[in-house]
């Protein structure tokens, strides 16, 4: 008799569990136990800062969702094999779900993005912050519409810094015939060529073997990433040059935001603003703890001598002209304005 019962209870899950599934095929609506289940990829380590974000964002969804929505994060750009550029084009497709990069990698599809990478436009952080979080910062993410892509927001990076083997850059002078590495992207190229330096692109995947070669002399990146990628092994210099701002962009295909339920939308979105503010919080504090990190790993820190930060911004935005016509005359006067009444 107990068999019987128990054949009876699998016999009528299973009826009821099918019954869901066509009801959801024939209405579209999904039964209540069904999960959204998403996967979200960064480019460093998990314990890296974008690590920790997108860790924090898919709790928090976890959270706000009571479990409907679920983001699975994948570190080290296991899923896009470590090409930032072929990265973007997947989430455009749609065969990644969601990313995280630097806006700066986005700006080779979207030029308009080097606006937040005009060097040295931005004085503070509270600058840069209300910058991405205000009117310019919510237009950037609108552009990414045209190529598939909902852009959920903007979270800081600590400014970017110059590390060099053995040369230490506290003139403007310094920079003469300096081999640095930098992204593919030509804004950076040319504010290190009107410096008198010897820019040259390359995949970041690459970098760590080329200071080891000394094929490159530096490279330039906020504090975290010489940090979290063991620089300190091939560079002896840490020049705080903070020369441009950055920012990591959390995007979504519009093919996996349409994935998400209309009911549940919301609330990922409130994971997103939540995220943001509490890491940038922790960026901004970490980042002279990173700084003495680096110190006691053996890197020297420089800063520029009296009067030579002056020299150096004064060549840098003369190349603002320049990018003009990628970014758009009136939304490059937008920035400067902005941040002018910031």
């Not at 974000?53 to 983001?71: E, I, M, N, P, S």
């Not at 749609?94 to 937040?116: C, Q, R």
């Not at 504010?191 to 330039?220: C, D, H, K, R, W």
Request: charged share 20%; glycine share 8%.
């Amino acid at each position: 008799m107990k068999n019987t019962l128990n054949i009876t209870r699998r016999t009528i899950l299973r009826v009821a569990l099918l019954g869901a599934v066509a009801f959801a095929c024939i209405t579209g609506v999904q039964p209540a136990f069904a999960k959204t289940s998403l996967m979200l990829a960064v480019p460093d380590p998990i314990e890296s800062s974008v690590g920790r974000a997108a860790t924090r964002f898919a709790q928090l969804v976890d959270q706000k969702t009571d479990g409907q929505v679920q983001f699975q994060v994948f570190a080290d750009g296991v899923l896009f094999g470590r090409d930032q550029n072929s990265a973007v084009n997947q989430l455009g497709a749609g065969a990644l779900d969601g990313l995280i990069l630097a806006s700066s990698v986005y700006a080779s599809f979207e030029p308009k993005m080097n606006a937040i990478s005009l060097p040295y436009l931005f004085a503070n952080y509270d600058q840069l912050k209300a910058y991405l979080d205000g009117a310019p910062g919510q237009e950037l993410l609108a552009s990414l519409e045209r190529m598939n892509i909902k852009g959920m927001g903007f979270f800081l990076r600590t400014f970017r810094d110059v590390t060099t083997r053995d040369r230490a850059i506290t003139k403007a002078s310094d920079f003469k015939g300096l081999t640095l590495r930098t992204p593919n992207n030509l804004l950076f190229v040319k504010l290190f060529q009107a410096l008198g330096a010897n820019p040259t692109p390359m995949a970041f995947s690459e970098v760590y073997s080329a200071l080891q070669l000394q094929v490159i002399e530096g490279q330039e990146n906020p504090v975290e990433v010489p940090y979290n990628n063991k620089f300190s092994e091939v560079q002896g210099q840490l020049n705080m040059t903070q020369h441009i701002a950055d920012s990591f962009l959390l995007g979504l295909s519009s093919k996996a935001w349409g994935r998400i339920p209309a009911e549940y939308q919301g609330a990922v979105m409130d994971a997103v603003s939540q995220m943001i503010k509490e890491h940038d919080a922790q960026e901004i504090q970490q980042e002279q703890e990173i700084v003495e990190k680096l110190q006691q790993q053996g890197m020297q820190v420089n800063h520029f001598a009296d009067g030579e930060l002056e020299k150096v911004q004064k060549i840098a935005r003369g190349i603002y002209g320049e990018f003009e016509d990628q970014i758009g005359a009136d939304f490059t006067k937008e920035s400067i304005d902005f941040v002018n009444a910031h």
